[in-house]
């Protein structure tokens, strides 16, 4: 099975856009090989190969969409309760520039 | 020339009450973080439940853009970090979209071109920044409302070709009522794929992110068309990347290329169980998705050889076309009836800049006044008033007509009658008559309309008319 090293975190944390500190990578580093044993371990299983991915465990026929009614709306002193700071009731955040749709 | 090919990715909001996958209002609001709930702002210990009214609203447009549809709902999360996105993902569908595989016709110069939809997906809208000079603020109120977003097939060669896409993709959602799809209230965006390649083989595609209105789609892809010109001509090659457009200058920049492209680590949303799409839900989509414009347009040409022109403006706005239709519909003759729609009925609406639902005129009332004409109950130029009076107070022409004392008289002698003394009191002209003279006519069919308040048949009093006075001048 092909080691995580390094440079693959560095790739990812980019890709990710996640700023890491240098303990953190060795951390990682560690972390990633024995997630890999385990993950070592598993594909010895006789027939794994054949199995397929698994996403919800059981066939719910049960499952209802919500009704298109609005409610229960928070106030907006709550919505912004925890922000760290906010001008004009809009969420402060350091400048960010660019983005994603 | 190389020749350019053209993706597309549009994205549009969803009309309804709540949001895609929280309670909250899907309005606009001037207002900041006023129609926000907890899962808009990602806190925890609460699931998203996906909007009935959405996905159906999706599916339509799905299969109105005639894509395969998936046997159920699944959402995925598109994992990335940035401040308008409070989850750190976005829920949206990748595995099973609600829509795959369809194709939509537009009309360019003249001819139907097919452009292939790779696939339609629901999803949720990410919440709004501002930027200030040191910082950025957010407003949630956009955070979660319903959002769809069409992928095309990089198949359209030309600038036309794309804007035509917009345009016609744009009226199908207004016309499947699921949206009014303005980009001007920032409810459409777009991402623009352009390539040039002089081979068969397509070109390095170069995206253009986040456009938000048709006429930036088209300086974009101006520039791109230019900018990558120049590379190949000078012998370099076009880097494969995502670019952004400066919407005063009209040209693009660079934002990142495909080496640090964004690894979103998809996987399917664990927090919203399946739920199965049934036939029966289907079927009754599809009783609702109406005639589209173009197919609307074409029966105009064919089946009621309207002009191009009318055909054009009658399809322009669903309701209006709604209304010819249910006129003709009533029996009115289609050119008539056209005539009446393109003209007054339009004329009036511009000038007062409202909507046809503004108005308290009804198709029968149109079928009714064309028959009064028909029937030569009215004149055309009486129609006119009658049209006047009906589209401000609603009431019926048959009642307007009968109100104002219109009945046009018809009876021979009745007309014969008026005539003769029209003649007498005018003897001296009737006496200088000459048929090759019109004017002398109109003098004469001027003085009967004066005597009977304008009710004389026109037709009927000219051919009398004539046949009198020719009498006086034997």
Not at chain 1, 63 to 79: G, P
Not at chain 2, 82 to 106: A, E, F, R, S
Not at chain 2, 145 to 153: A, C, D, K, Q
């Amino acid at each position: 099975m092909q080691k995580i090293t390094k440079e693959n975190i560095q790739d990812y944390a980019l890709k990710l856009m996640f700023k890491m500190k240098e303990e953190e990578f060795e951390t990682f580093e560690k972390e990633f090989e024995t997630i890999l044993k385990h993950m070592d371990l598993i594909s010895k299983i006789d027939g794994i190969e054949k199995v397929e991915p698994l996403v919800f465990p059981f066939k719910n026929e049960d499952v209802k969409l919500r009704k298109d009614v609005a409610n229960s709306t928070l106030t907006t002193s709550d919505a912004v309760k925890n922000a760290h700071e906010t001008i004009y009731d809009e969420v402060k955040v350091p400048k960010v520039v660019g983005g994603e749709s | 020339m190389y020749k350019v090919t053209i993706g597309l990715e549009v994205h549009c909001e969803l009309e309804s009450n709540s949001k895609v996958f929280s309670p909250a209002v899907n309005g606009y609001n001037e207002n900041p973080n006023v129609n926000v709930a907890y899962q808009d702002l990602g806190f925890p210990g609460i699931l998203p439940v996906a909007n009935e009214e959405a996905v159906k609203r999706a599916l339509k447009v799905s299969m109105a853009l005639n894509c395969k549809t998936p046997d159920e709902i699944i959402f995925d999360r598109k994992n990335y970090y940035y401040p308008d996105l409070p989850k750190g993902y976005q829920i949206t569908q990748m595995t099973k979209p609600v829509g795959i595989n369809g194709y939509l016709n537009i009309e360019v110069n003249g001819e139907i071109k097919k452009v292939d939809i790779h696939d339609i997906h629901l999803e949720e809208d990410t919440a709004s920044l501002d930027h200030y000079d040191t910082y950025s603020l957010i407003d949630y109120n956009r955070s979660g409302i319903p959002l769809i977003e069409t992928v095309t097939e990089p198949c359209m060669h030309s600038k036309e070709e794309a804007l035509t896409f917009l345009e016609t993709l744009r009226s199908l959602i207004v016309y499947c009522g699921v949206s009014q799809a303005r980009s001007d209230k920032g409810q459409m965006r777009c991402d623009v794929n352009v390539s040039l390649s002089d081979t068969d083989e397509l070109g390095s595609k170069v995206e253009i992110k986040n456009i938000n209105s048709f006429y930036n789609v088209g300086r974009a892809i101006d520039f791109e068309i230019e900018r990558q010109t120049e590379i190949l001509q000078n012998g370099g090659v076009v880097e494969q990347e995502t670019r952004r457009l400066d919407d005063e200058t009209g040209e693009t920049f660079h934002m990142r290329s495909k080496v640090d492209a964004v690894d979103y680590k998809y996987f399917i949303e664990p927090n919203i169980a399946p739920t199965p799409v049934t036939c029966e839900m289907l079927n009754e989509i599809r009783k609702t998705i109406p005639m589209l414009q173009l197919e609307r347009k074409q029966m105009y040409k064919s089946k009621y050889d309207l002009s191009e022109y009318d055909s054009d403006v009658l399809v322009k706005v669903k309701e209006n076309s709604d209304f010819f239709n249910e006129c003709v519909n009533l029996g009115a003759d289609p050119k008539k009836a056209c005539n009446w729609v393109t003209g007054m009925l339009m004329g009036y609406l511009n000038t007062n800049e409202i909507t046809i639902d503004k108005v308290p005129i009804k198709p029968v009332m149109i079928k009714d006044l064309i028959d009064l004409v028909d029937s030569k109950t009215i004149s055309s130029k009486q129609a006119k008033e009658v049209f006047e009076e009906m589209v401000n107070s609603g009431k019926e022409p048959k009642v307007i007509v009968k109100e104002k004392g219109m009945m046009q008289i018809t009876d021979d002698n009745a007309i014969y009658d008026v005539i003769i003394e029209v003649l007498k009191e005018n003897e001296e002209q009737a006496k200088e008559y000459n048929p090759e003279k019109t004017r002398m006519i109109d003098f004469f069919v001027g003085q009967v309309m004066k005597k009977t308040r304008g009710k004389a048949n026109p037709a009927k009093t000219m051919q009398m008319l004539k046949e009198e006075l020719a009498k006086y001048n034997k």
